[in-house]
Structure formats: structure tokens, C-alpha cells
């Protein structure tokens, strides 16, 4: 199993507007690509800065050939979409971790 996790972090300001959007959004848009297998959104509790809200969001995939499918056929126009929306009020942070059995 593979995670890919973006980590977001967001200026308060663009909040509400930045998780409903993920929400109803982003998060399915990513889904939709079939390429996963569950996902997650997280909100850290422990920010060391008062002006700005870290986001989590965790999607599954089965191996690492349909992670790379994702990066391959989606993930530009994906993250262009964010970018365009946000600016530098969400900037994302991704990690990929492999589960250990």
C-alpha cells in the first residue's frame, strides 16, 4: 500500500473557502481518477503559527505503478488547478510513504 499525503499550509484568510473546496472539489476530482483506493483530510492541531492552518490529505493506492499512473496522466493539471486558485495562501508539502508489513 502506498500513501500519498499533501500537506497543506493555509493562510486563515482563504480557510473556509480552501477546505470547502477541497471537500467538494479537489479531494473528488483527485478520486475520480480511479487510481485510488480511499483518501482522508486532516486538519493538524499543532501549528506553530496563528496565521496560517495545516492541512492533510491522504490518498491510498494500491502500488506504486498507479501512483505513478496519477503523476504521469493527472497530477500537473491538478495541482496547476490549486495554484491558480490559491497562489501561495495553500502551499502544499508531498510525502510518499510505502506501508511496512
Not at 470547502?20 to 503559527?49: C, Q, V, Y
Amino acid at each position: 500500500m502506498i500513501l500519498y499525503n499533501i500537506t497543506f499550509t493555509v493562510s486563515n484568510e482563504i480557510e473556509e473557502d480552501f477546505v470547502g473546496w477541497m471537500k467538494g472539489t479537489h479531494i473528488p476530482d483527485i478520486f475520480a481518477t480511479g487510481l485510488f483506493i480511499e483518501h482522508k483530510f486532516f486538519r493538524l492541531l499543532n501549528s506553530p503559527d496563528d496565521s496560517v492552518t495545516n492541512y492533510s490529505v491522504q490518498f491510498f493506492a494500491e502500488n506504486t505503478r498507479k501512483l505513478i499512473e496519477y503523476e504521469s496522466r493527472f497530477a500537473n493539471a491538478l495541482r496547476y488547478e490549486t495554484q491558480a486558485r490559491y497562489g501561495e495562501k495553500a502551499m502544499p508539502f508531498r510525502t510518499l510513504m510505502e506501508s511496512v508489513d
